[in-house]
C-alpha cells in the first residue's frame, strides 16, 4: 500500500513515505502492513535451500551460509503484494524473494511484522533484510524522520526492485469524466486513511477550491477492500490506491468486469529492499540476485503473473529513492 508520510499503521500503504510528485504513467508507490505475531514459515512462494550449488551462494554473508535461510520481515496484509491465502504468505515479494532464494541457495522466510516496526526489527537482527512494499527514500536510507527530516535512528540500504506510485480507478464503463486528478473537482473518492492516497485527495480538493471549483468529497476507510465495495456501490465516483493493489483489484474485482483504471500514476517511487548498512555483502548478493532473475526471466514471469508490468525494472539499484 502507498502510505503517508508518516510510518502508516497497519494495513494504511506506507508504509510509504510520500515523494516528489512526477507524473507517470505506468509506476506506483506502496507501502505495507500487519501484526508482529505470526511466523510464515517456508510457505506460498518461498524457496528451498539449495546450499553451495547455487550461483550465488558463495557471494552471501558467513552467517547466512550457516544457516541456510534469510529472515525476512513483512507486513503480510496488502494483496496483491504479500498477502495470506489458505493459510500461507504469497503474492509480489513472496514470489520475488523465492526467485532470489533459488540464485543465493537459501530459504526466504517471511516473518509478518508491524509495517512501521520493522526497521527496527532489521536494525535489532530479528530479520536479516525487510520486503513490504517499502518505498525507498532518502530519509529511510539517512534514518531520519519521514515528517521532520531529523536523525531518529540507523539508515539503511535499500536494492530497488519495483517501481510503484499512485492510481485511480472506477466502475468499468462508468468513468464519469474522470481521467486524472485534475477531474476529481466537485467528485466523491474513497481511499485507504493514512495512505498518499489521502493525503493527495487532501491536496487536490484544496487546489480545486483555490481554482474556484467544487471540493472533493473524500471517504477514507481502514482498508482498500472497504473503499472497492464502497465504489462497487455506487457510494463514490472513483477510489485511489498503489497501482499494484490498484491493477490486482480492476484484474480479479468481478472477474475483471467491476473496475478500470483511469489516468496516469503518480508518487512514483521505487519499492526497496532494505538492508542494515553495515550488511554490504547481504546488499551487493541480493542485488546480484536480483539482476540474474531480471536477465533469466523469473522476475518478468513473476510480474506478469500478478499483472503489475508497469511497475517492472529493468536492472537492480543500490539506494535509488529520493
Known amino acids: 500500500m502507498t502510505a503517508s508520510t508518516t510510518p502508516r499503521p497497519a494495513a494504511a500503504w506506507n508504509r510509504l513515505a510520500a515523494v516528489g510528485a512526477i507524473?507517470?504513467?505506468?509506476?506506483?508507490l506502496l507501502t505495507g502492513c500487519g501484526d508482529q505475531r505470526n511466523k510464515t514459515g517456508n510457505e506460498g512462494g518461498q524457496s528451498s535451500a539449495q546450499g553451495a550449488s547455487a550461483p550465488l551462494f558463495a557471494k552471501l554473508p558467513k552467517s547466512i551460509q550457516s544457516a541456510k535461510v534469510i529472515k525476512v520481515g513483512s507486513d503480510i496484509a496488502y494483496p496483491p503484494v504479500e498477502f495470506k491465502k489458505d493459510g500461507k504468505t504469497v503474492g509480489i515479494d513472496p514470489d520475488i524473494a523465492a526467485a532470489l532464494g533459488k540464485q543465493l541457495g537459501v530459504r526466504v522466510d517471511f516473518n509478518n511484522g508491524t509495517f512501521d516496526a520493522l526497521l527496527t526489527g532489521l536494525r535489532s537482527k530479528r530479520y536479516d533484510i525487510a520486503m513490504s512494499a517499502m518505498t525507498d527514500t532518502k530519509d529511510r536510507q539517512e534514518g531520519n524522520d519521514s515528517k521532520t527530516h531529523k536523525k531518529v535512528g540507523e539508515g539503511v540500504d535499500f536494492?530497488?526492485?519495483?517501481?510503484?506510485g499512485v492510481s485511480l480507478y472506477t466502475k468499468k464503463g462508468e468513468t464519469k469524466g474522470i481521467n486524472g486528478w485534475d477531474d476529481l473537482c466537485g467528485k466523491k473518492i474513497a481511499v485507504q486513511r493514512g495512505t498518499v492516497s489521502e493525503d493527495l485527495s487532501k491536496s487536490q480538493s484544496e487546489k480545486c477550491e483555490k481554482d474556484g471549483k467544487d471540493k472533493i468529497s473524500m471517504e477514507a476507510f481502514d482498508n482498500d477492500l472497504e473503499a472497492q465495495t464502497r465504489l462497487k456501490a455506487g457510494g463514490v465516483d472513483a477510489v485511489s490506491s498503489d497501482f499494484p493493489v490498484a491493477a490486482y483489484a480492476v484484474k480479479t474485482s468481478?472477474?475483471?468486469?467491476d473496475?478500470?483504471?483511469v489516468g496516469d500514476q503518480v508518487q512514483a517511487a521505487p519499492y526497496g529492499?532494505?538492508?542494515?548498512k553495515d550488511n554490504a555483502q547481504l546488499r551487493d548478493a541480493l542485488k546480484e540476485a536480483l539482476d540474474a532473475i531480471i536477465k533469466n526471466g523469473e522476475y518478468e514471469k513473476v510480474i506478469k503473473t500478478w499483472g503489475v508490468d508497469a511497475g517492472a525494472i529493468k536492472e537492480a539499484k543500490i539506494n535509488g529513492g529520493s
Do not use: K, M, Q, R
Not at 507524473?23 to 506506483?28: E, K, P, Q, R
Open 23 to 28: 507524473a507517470v504513467a505506468g509506476t506506483l
Open 254 to 257: 468481478g472477474g475483471g468486469n
Open 259 to 261: 473496475f478500470e483504471i
Open 159 to 164: 536494492v530497488d526492485y519495483f517501481n510503484a
Open 273 to 276: 529492499i532494505a538492508v542494515s
